[in-house]
């Protein structure tokens, strides 16, 4: 059973950035995939990561300003905000699934069944 920890967020002004991590212990599968959560809103899938090559597949909806990237060795895959804007606010969530013929499922809640606990980012204007 893999557990993931996210960790990296905070109170931050904007314009500011944030590196949030994603630690795996056990077998993450092939797939890691960010989510994040506004308040009042639902989950909503970010990109996703085929941690075994590094082919990594953003939603349209993700602003350029987002970057996901990992460390093999360290089993952590990592989601860097740059330009953090007040809307950007809310928790992020990491999750493991593995890959279906060679590819990552979509980064839809019901795809992922290995949740962190999330790590909140607040962005103050």
């Known amino acids: 059973q893999v557990q993931l920890v996210e960790s990296g967020g905070g109170s931050v002004q904007a314009g500011g950035s944030l590196r949030l991590s994603c630690a795996a212990s056990?077998?993450?599968?092939?797939?890691v995939a960010w989510f994040r959560q506004p308040p009042g809103k639902e989950r909503e899938g970010l990109a996703t990561?085929?941690?075994?090559?590094?082919?990594?597949t953003y939603t349209d909806s993700v602003p350029g300003r987002f970057t996901v990237s990992q460390d093999r060795a360290k089993n952590t895959v990592y989601l860097q905000i740059d330009n953090l804007k007040p809307e950007d606010t809310g928790m992020y969530y990491c999750?493991?699934?593995?890959?279906?013929?060679?590819?990552?499922?979509?980064?839809?809640?019901?795809?992922?069944?290995?949740w962190g606990q999330g790590t909140q980012v607040i962005v103050s204007s």
């Open positions: 056990g077998d993450s599968g092939n797939c």
């Open positions: 990561i085929w941690t075994a090559i590094g082919t990594i």
């Open positions: 999750a493991a699934a593995s890959a279906i013929r060679y590819r990552c499922p979509r980064p839809e809640t019901t795809n992922y069944v290995n």
